[in-house]
């Protein structure tokens, strides 16, 4: 689990980067890519760094992340970042074991709120 909203923005971001086929990420277009996005499309203040973006790469193939099949390679323009498996994307990520419960814990506050009293699925 992200420890705040914009480290999942940035994991997102990255995933999509990653995904492409054909396109060669390095460190600094990944990290240009990322701060672009969160100044020009969410009016966040500043940029994001390199070694903040290396912190995502290694937190998204560790475990306690998305166990992320991201590699890299030496090329003659620098390092390059891509998912070794195609078909991955961290979207297709199975919820834990803890956040299930966390997920079943608000279900039933809202329920005991009433706030689904109008919702068909949860009529029986």
Not at 72 to 78: F, L, M, Q, S, V
Not at 88 to 107: C, H, M, Q, T, Y
């Amino acid at each position: 689990m992200p420890a705040n909203k914009s480290a999942l923005i940035r994991y997102k971001i990255l995933d999509e980067c990653l995904r492409q086929s054909g396109h060669d990420w390095t460190l600094e277009q990944l990290t240009d890519h990322v701060s672009d996005y969160l100044v020009n499309e969410l009016g966040y203040s500043k940029g994001i760094s390199k070694s903040s973006i290396e912190k995502d790469l290694r937190h998204m193939k560790s475990s306690e992340g998305y166990l992320a099949p991201i590699e890299n390679e030496k090329t003659p323009n620098g390092h390059i970042y891509y998912y070794s498996d195609s078909r991955f994307s961290i979207s297709n990520s199975p919820l834990d074991r803890d956040d299930a419960g966390k997920l079943k814990e608000v279900i039933q506050l809202l329920k005991s709120l009433n706030i689904f009293h109008n919702c068909r699925i949860w009529k029986k």
